[in-house]
């Protein structure tokens, strides 16, 4: 058993900074907007509001490939916790092809609730500011 442990100690380490990586790129997305709103004040043309959404989409992206990652090594940690001791050859390969299922895709986590509801408020406030600013 002491070969197996090791394994999904190693697994779960991988989700773990997987898990970590999702978290820093929402602190970066909203620290970026931000920043981009104060840059663009009132001296500037309105147009420079709309460079908000380029971080949003590539943030959301970025986050969406994440936690792909994180769901196919939660799908190998899985298997791992299955397979007998003499099985465990510490293999950390968790590809797309071996774990497909309908909830393992991009476009699956693009759409999931943790992705959805930040990323779509956060575009919508931004919505808002643009929309106060253009009318003050």
């Not at 931000?34 to 460079?51: E, N, P, Q, R, S």
């Not at 971080?55 to 799908?75: H, K, N």
Request: with cysteine; charged share 20%.
């Amino acid at each position: 058993m002491e070969n197996k442990h090791k394994h999904l100690d190693y697994v779960q380490g991988v989700i773990t900074r997987m898990s970590s990586n999702s978290f820093a790129l929402k602190g970066w997305a909203v620290t970026l907007i931000a920043g981009i709103f104060v840059l663009a004040g009132k001296d500037t043309d309105k147009m420079y509001f709309l460079v908000a959404y380029i971080p949003i989409l590539v943030f959301w992206g970025l986050d969406a490939f994440y936690l792909l990652q994180e769901r196919l090594y939660r799908s190998l940690y899985n298997k791992v916790r299955n397979m007998n001791e003499s099985e465990i050859d510490f293999s950390m390969n968790a590809h797309l092809e071996e774990f497909k299922t309908e909830k393992n895709t991009w476009l699956s986590c693009m759409f999931s609730k943790t992705e959805f509801w930040f990323y779509i408020p956060l575009a919508l406030v931004s919505t808002g500011i643009i929309i106060l600013s253009a009318v003050s």
